[in-house]
């Protein structure tokens, strides 16, 4: 929970102090004087000025900020203020100041995405184990997946985005897989499915079950008070046998004892070099598809052979190159599945609000740096897409009312943007409800 809490707080802080920094520099940059820099909400913890002015602010409520400039639409000003006046500005600095905050955290996703990329990351190389049935019957498996869509894959989480990329685009696509065997690559055709299953990965809903090699059916561990150590089982026996049925591995293992569940088993075990039978009844538990056995033990897992793993690392300037391709990738995935959830090819139910949000922050920053940065990169590219969609409220909405002002020859009248940001407030209040009764769901 406490490791959750900070992960959220880091990254939300972290991102929001980068968007109002670049609505603050460009402001500065254009002559406008800005009253105060706040990072987050609520009562201030902390403040001090600097020399021109402006008061820096550390508040409270760490789940947002706001930069406040000299506007003479919200406040009286003097003659000698109105120069410094967000509100007499020209068009085209209005429109930077506004647009600097989004862009800046796409810059920040990109160099964040080149930091990973220059570091370097270890990953599994991506093996299909299983596939939907009419695609396995073409080719054998397990198998690489070299290529989708066209595209080369180095990584799981790459052909994750590729998936979600042609959900609701087309119905069938082209993936390249070299069989472990053979070093020929068979082109094999996968149907699309029609929506994502919420919850689930990309891989999930495609069919797809990662390989890895067998796990032996030995016990690491032995919850207290289980099934298993009341029937006596110990860390170190490997299971052979249940009734009688030679198990190979792990998964033969816990397949037999899933139907077992309430039963009395004889498991057939190897310990100090003898063989022994004990016998278990296995727990009943309750799945989604129905009851099923449980002993509360857990296998010995061997770390992947060096063969199965990839490095992935680049030079200073590719890893840049990287970086911001990748920025563009993402940025056109969150617009895209934005327009699929509209048209129906991705299920609404996919929207996610502030508790998925932790989660996932939690999730991430226990799973080690690569996983969090890559959270934070994400995170920032969808703030960032988000506040440039053409919604009053947003950044998006205002650099609208901008680009009509600059056709026009004059502003948008004061009454059709108090209006047009009475809806769109009314609309993102409704898309945060949404989000939050879905995330309530998936508790």
């Not at 968007?19 to 520099?25: A, M, P, Q, R, T």
């Not at 909405?397 to 680009?403: D, I, K, M, N, P």
């Amino acid at each position: 929970m406490i490791t959750t809490i900070l992960a959220t707080i880091v990254a939300l802080g972290v991102l929001v102090t980068v968007h109002e920094f670049g609505h603050y520099w460009v402001a500065k940059r254009c002559g406008v004087r800005v009253l105060r820099f706040s990072v987050g909400f609520g009562r201030p913890l902390y403040t001090w000025k600097d020399q021109s002015g402006t008061e820096f602010c550390i508040a409270a409520i760490p789940l947002g900020g706001y930069v406040k400039m000299l506007d003479g639409r919200e406040q009286s000003i003097s003659d000698d203020e109105r120069v410094e006046a967000f509100d007499q500005k020209t068009v085209g600095q209005r429109f930077a100041i506004v647009a600097a905050g989004p862009g800046i955290n796409l810059i920040f996703a990109a160099l964040v995405y080149a930091l990973i990329s220059m570091i370097g990351v270890q990953t599994p190389v991506p093996i299909a184990g299983e596939l939907p049935a009419e695609t396995a019957m073409k080719t054998r498996l397990p198998a690489e997946v070299v290529s989708f869509d066209g595209r080369p894959m180095e990584s799981w989480e790459r052909i994750s985005i590729a998936m979600v990329d042609v959900i609701g685009d087309q119905k069938t696509v082209q993936i390249g897989l070299r069989p472990l065997d053979s070093s020929i690559v068979n082109t094999v055709t996968m149907p699309v499915p029609d929506d994502l299953i919420t919850d689930e990965s990309p891989l999930v809903s495609f069919g797809v079950r990662p390989w890895s090699p067998p796990i032996e059916a030995q016990l690491a561990r032995v919850i207290p008070g289980g099934a298993g150590e009341t029937a006596g089982l110990l860390v170190g026996d490997r299971v052979t046998a249940v009734n009688g049925n030679p198990v190979a591995d792990w998964a033969e293992f816990v397949t037999a004892i899933k139907v077992a569940y309430g039963l009395s088993t004889d498991l057939t075990v190897e310990r100090a070099g003898l063989t022994q039978t004990i016998t278990v009844i296995p727990e009943t538990r309750e799945g989604p598809d129905g009851p099923y056995g449980f002993l509360g033990v857990a296998p010995v897992v061997k770390p992947l052979p060096p063969e199965l793993i990839r490095t992935v690392q680049e030079n200073p300037v590719k890893a840049l190159w990287v970086g911001v391709e990748r920025t563009v990738e993402m940025s056109w995935l969150t617009v895209e599945s934005i327009g699929k959830m509209i048209t129906g090819a991705l299920s609404p139910e996919n929207l996610s609000g502030p508790l998925t949000i932790a989660r996932v922050a939690g999730d991430s920053a226990s799973s080690g740096w690569y996983a969090y940065l890559s959270f934070i990169a994400y995170l920032s590219v969808s703030l960032g897409v988000l506040n440039l969609l053409p919604i009053p409220v947003l950044d998006g909405g205002h650099l609208v009312f901008f680009a009509v002002e600059w056709l026009r020859g004059k502003p948008v009248p004061e009454q059709v943007q108090m209006q047009g940001i009475r809806i769109g407030m009314a609309l993102l209040m409704g898309l945060m409800f949404f989000a939050f009764y879905n995330d309530l769901m998936r508790l």
